[in-house]
């Protein structure tokens, strides 16, 4: 791995601290930049009480020096403004988290010490330190943006007809919807689901548009590109599913419609028409926008909660109730936004260095005159 990104801190702590070690010297790095994807990942309707205490910000600890990167790691820290010192023990593991298990396996009789490290908060630290892989990644003209396309039930039915289009009208939805009817929807179903104490999954697709050819490999398992992303993004607290292009759509289909044909043009160099792939062939980006999808499952956390057992008396009991959110779908697609980037951006360091970004950029550029490659 070129590119590395570790995270520490706990859901009620102090604080959480990115470490991203591997980039290049040289890149330009501005706070505000952070603090703007902080800001997407905390918006989106359906958020608890916890969006309305943290208002993150960003604070560059080391690693960048008059406003650029000097190749050493760079830490990133976010405080938590709702942080506390004790609280009384949770003994009632909630199904779909990692209480019972996190208790059994570290032998904690208070699943407070799993839940605090295992929550969804921690994607905080995620954002923070991904947002400087994004930033290598706008650099090479790589753009990246997700929407929802199904929230609940509902699922979206019309959308822009560019890329483009779908990214702006997502990012000016409450629900990052891109289809205006499905949206309205959405809203209906969250305030359904929080009528009746519940919670709601659904599916974000992560689309990267201007991704050359050529990242990742097919010579080893653990070096394919497709393999990268799918463990990057499942990785994500309750992401369940992910999965590239038209994955499943082309499982029920004849190879003769489950293909991208290969067409060629001296202005253009080699080109498709269509991109059921998503964007990778046999672990390798194929010039196309690189389109990703993940499933999320409904939190775990209820107001009326599923049955449990007290780990204490082991009699029965129902599950603890912690403060929640209806539905995270909307976020969850920033979140993964930001392990796409890191993914993509390792991989670019992989292949054009990592030592200073002018070096990147030569050879990058003498990549794409060798190939005859532009982004469109």
Not at 57 to 76: N, Q, W
Not at 184 to 194: F, G, L, N
Not at 301 to 315: I, K, M, N
Not at 347 to 361: I, S
């Amino acid at each position: 791995m070129a590119l590395r990104l570790v995270t520490a801190g706990e859901s009620h702590g102090r604080g959480l601290v990115a470490v991203v070690e591997g980039l290049p010297a040289g890149l330009p790095v501005e706070v505000s930049a952070i603090d703007h994807q902080l800001a997407r990942r905390q918006a989106g309707y359906g958020r608890g009480g916890r969006m309305q205490i943290e208002h993150d910000r960003a604070e560059i600890l080391s690693g960048v020096l008059d406003g650029r990167t000097i190749g050493a790691p760079v830490a990133v820290l976010v405080w938590n403004r709702d942080w506390r010192t004790e609280e009384n023990p949770i003994t009632r593991p909630r199904p779909g988290h990692a209480d019972l298990v996190g208790a059994l396996k570290y032998g904690f009789d208070d699943v407070r010490y799993a839940l605090e490290r295992a929550s969804a908060r921690e994607t905080a630290a995620r954002v923070a330190g991904c947002t400087l892989a994004r930033l290598l990644l706008q650099q090479f003209g790589i753009r990246v943006f997700s929407h929802v396309i199904s929230l609940g039930e509902v699922t979206v039915r019309r959308l822009p007809e560019s890329w483009e289009a779908i990214a702006q009208a997502a990012e000016a939805s409450e629900v990052r919807c891109a289809d205006a009817e499905a949206a309205a929807r959405m809203r209906e179903v969250i305030d359904e689901a929080r009528a009746r104490g519940d919670t709601l999954g659904g599916v974000v697709e992560i689309v990267a548009l201007g991704v050359p050819p050529g990242l990742g490999s097919y010579v080893h398992w653990d070096r394919r590109l497709d393999g990268r992303l799918a463990q990057a993004v499942m990785s994500v607290q309750a992401i369940k599913g992910v999965a590239i292009g038209d994955a499943f759509a082309i499982a029920a289909k004849p190879g003769s419609l489950a293909h991208d044909e290969i067409h060629y043009a001296p202005d253009r160099g080699f080109y498709r028409e269509t991109n059921r792939a998503g964007g990778l062939e046999a672990g390798v980006t194929n010039g196309m926008p690189l389109v990703v999808r993940a499933a999320m499952k409904p939190l775990a956390t209820l107001r009326s909660p599923l049955h449990s057992v007290d780990l204490r008396t082991l009699e029965p009991s129902p599950g603890a109730v912690v403060r929640s959110d209806v539905t995270t779908v909307p976020a969850a697609g920033v979140v993964c936004e930001a392990m796409v980037c890191l993914v993509l951006a390792d991989a670019l360091c992989e292949k054009f260095g990592q030592d200073t970004l002018q070096e990147m950029r030569e050879a990058y550029d003498r990549y794409l005159r060798r190939i005859r490659w532009s982004p469109r």
